[in-house]
């Protein structure tokens, strides 16, 4: 069984940055693709960025580009979400998620590619 914890949400002003960790247990981590997400009150879970198990491909939303970055480290089972130069429009509930065995890349953007899920993490950016 699959858990993954988040941790590193808070309130910040706009412009600065936080740091999202995703702890996660079980032993298929390395092989599947990470993703993050993230929800708004009122709106549908919307894709932030996608990592591949190696690491070496990500992919981004197009409204975080340049500002986020998702990494991770395998040998702790973990993947991160640096965000910079946040916008009040990132204020959402962060959830990371581990993909499906099945999922290939291609799938990445897509929350129904994703078969396990975070409780999600509070980010509040204040105008």
């Known amino acids: 069984q699959v858990q993954l914890v988040e941790s590193g949400g808070g309130l910040v002003q706009a412009g600065g940055s936080l740091r999202l960790s995703c702890a996660a247990s079980?032993?298929?981590?390395?092989?599947?693709?990470m993703g993050w997400f993230r929800q708004a009150p009122g709106k549908e879970r919307d894709f932030v960025a996608a990592?591949?198990?190696?690491?070496?491909?990500?992919d981004y939303a197009d409204s975080v580009k340049g500002r986020f970055t998702i990494s991770r480290d395998n040998a702790k089972k973990t993947v991160f979400l640096q965000m910079n130069n946040l916008k009040p429009d990132d204020t959402a509930i962060y959830y990371c998620?581990?993909?499906?065995?099945?999922?290939?890349?291609?799938?990445?953007?897509?929350?129904?590619?994703?078969?396990?899920w975070g409780q999600g993490t509070q980010v509040t950016v204040s105008s």
């Open positions: 998620a581990q993909s499906r065995t099945e999922t290939t890349w291609y799938g990445r953007t897509l929350s129904t590619a994703y078969a396990y």
């Open positions: 079980g032993r298929t981590f390395s092989n599947e693709i």
């Open positions: 990592a591949s198990p190696s690491g070496r491909n990500t």
